[in-house]
């Protein structure tokens, strides 16, 4: 049976190291993913947040243009566009869809339909796409979707993602093992 998949983008379909070569360029740090331990950059990064803020949003846009794609996303993302609707929602500001949609399009990874809520609150746009599955890298939202929603969801590892999770909440470590998943749940 068809189902529709709710699919992040940042650290989910993008490899979550994306941001930091240009963290380490702008603010002279020499960090890799494994120091980043909390989802809020401002601890490793060590500035005021409203500086981060503003530095972030100067660079956004380039930095989702480069940001490679996480191992083994597209051939899974390919094969489920077969049977399933992919859904993508980020939280990404609206303005960047046309920015998103290129790289999509670069990447070679189809989509159905792209939502950029400017918000992490994900569990409305959830809900309102009727998702039956979701897929993240942050662990509140996870959590959030998972319990508002009634729906698994696959917690992409990552260390800034460590907190204990709910039994709905699956963790899993890249794509190839989501798809185990997936082909199992779909079995049910
Ligand atoms: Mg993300």
Same mark, same amino acid.
């Given at each position: 049976?068809?189902?529709?998949?709710?699919?992040?983008?940042?650290?989910?379909?993008?490899?979550?190291?994306?941001?930091?070569?240009?963290?380490?360029?702008?603010?002279?740090?020499?960090?890799?993913?494994?120091?980043?331990?909390?989802? *809020? #950059?401002?601890?490793?990064?060590?500035?005021?947040?409203? =500086?981060?803020?503003?530095? %972030?949003?100067?660079? +956004?846009? !380039?930095?989702?243009?480069?940001?490679?794609?996480?191992?083994?996303?597209?051939?899974?993302?390919?094969?489920?566009?077969?049977?399933?609707?992919?859904?993508?929602?980020?939280?990404?500001?609206? *303005? #960047?869809?046309?920015?998103?949609?290129?790289?999509?399009? =670069?990447?070679?990874?189809? %989509?159905?339909?792209? +939502?950029? !809520?400017?918000?992490?609150?994900?569990?409305?746009?959830?809900?309102?796409?009727?998702?039956?599955?979701?897929?993240?890298?942050?662990?509140?939202?996870?959590?959030?979707?998972?319990?508002?929603?009634?729906?698994?969801?696959?917690?992409?590892?990552?260390?800034?993602?460590?907190?204990?999770?709910?039994?709905?909440?699956?963790?899993?470590?890249?794509?190839?093992?989501?798809?185990?998943?997936?082909?199992?749940?779909?079995?049910?």
């Amino acid at each position: 049976m068809r189902k529709r998949f709710g699919i992040d983008i940042d650290g989910t379909v993008t490899c979550p190291t994306s941001m930091i070569p240009f963290i380490n360029k702008d603010f002279g740090l020499n960090i890799t993913l494994s120091d980043v331990t909390e989802y *809020d #950059l401002t601890k490793v990064v060590d500035v005021p947040p409203e =500086q981060f803020s503003r530095w %972030f949003l100067e660079k +956004e846009a !380039i930095i989702y243009e480069h940001s490679p794609v996480a191992s083994g996303a597209e051939k899974v993302l390919n094969f489920w566009k077969e049977n399933h609707d992919l859904y993508f929602i980020s939280a990404r500001g609206a *303005d #960047l869809l046309e920015n998103t949609k290129r790289w999509f399009q =670069q990447k070679g990874i189809s %989509f159905h339909h792209i +939502e950029l !809520i400017g918000s992490h609150d994900k569990v409305g746009t959830a809900k309102r796409f009727d998702i039956d599955i979701f897929f993240e890298d942050k662990h509140d939202n996870a959590v959030m979707i998972h319990e508002e929603c009634g729906i698994p969801v696959l917690l992409f590892n990552t260390p800034y993602n460590q907190d204990p999770v709910p039994k709905g909440v699956i963790r899993v470590n890249n794509w190839s093992e989501a798809d185990i998943w997936v082909k199992n749940w779909l079995k049910k």
